[in-house]
């Protein structure tokens, strides 16, 4: 089975249905899931900010949020000094950065829908 390294732009169009969400369950299928132990919190961000947008479907994210919370993603501690030292010769997010940096460990691709980590890992 394939690893990759998913981050929160692609379990968010999953998780919430925007419009690449078949395309997320798509490139994700079949694959073990690995991810920095960042994302339970960035991907609680993203359902703050849809909450804040729709406060009548605070539930319904919460629960999603949930739901893609529970799928088999492995989570991993990355080095708070190496993914500094990788942003700042990137100049990418340190969130964007410890992606990167797991991929990177893991010699495996990193799925994402940000374009510029796309761009910078591609």
Same mark, same amino acid.
């Given at each position: 089975?394939?690893?990759?390294?998913?981050?929160?732009?692609?379990?968010?169009?999953?998780?919430?249905?925007?419009?690449?969400?078949?395309?997320?369950?798509?490139?994700?299928?079949?694959?073990?899931?690995?991810?920095?132990?960042?994302?339970?919190?960035?991907? /609680?961000?993203?359902? $703050?900010?849809? *909450?804040?947008?729709?406060?009548?479907? %605070?539930?319904?994210? =919460?629960? !999603? #949020? &949930? /739901?893609?919370?529970? $799928?088999?993603? *492995?989570?991993?501690?990355?080095?708070? %000094?190496?993914?500094? =030292?990788? !942003? #700042? &010769?990137?100049?990418?997010?340190?969130?964007?950065?410890?992606?990167?940096?797991?991929?990177?460990?893991?010699?495996?691709?990193?799925?994402?829908?940000?374009?510029?980590?796309?761009?910078?890992?591609?």
């Amino acid at each position: 089975m394939p690893v990759k390294v998913v981050d929160a732009s692609v379990l968010a169009a999953l998780a919430f249905g925007e419009p690449r969400a078949d395309e997320a369950a798509s490139l994700l299928s079949g694959a073990d899931l690995y991810a920095p132990d960042l994302l339970p919190y960035e991907m /609680a961000s993203v359902a $703050l900010k849809k *909450s804040e947008r729709y406060p009548t479907q %605070t539930h319904q994210i =919460a629960s !999603a #949020l &949930e /739901a893609v919370l529970s $799928l088999d993603i *492995s989570l991993v501690s990355v080095a708070a %000094t190496d993914v500094l =030292a990788l !942003a #700042l &010769e990137t100049e990418l997010t340190v969130y964007d950065a410890a992606y990167f940096h797991l991929a990177q460990n893991l010699k495996c691709p990193l799925v994402t829908f940000d374009e510029r980590l796309a761009r910078q890992t591609g």
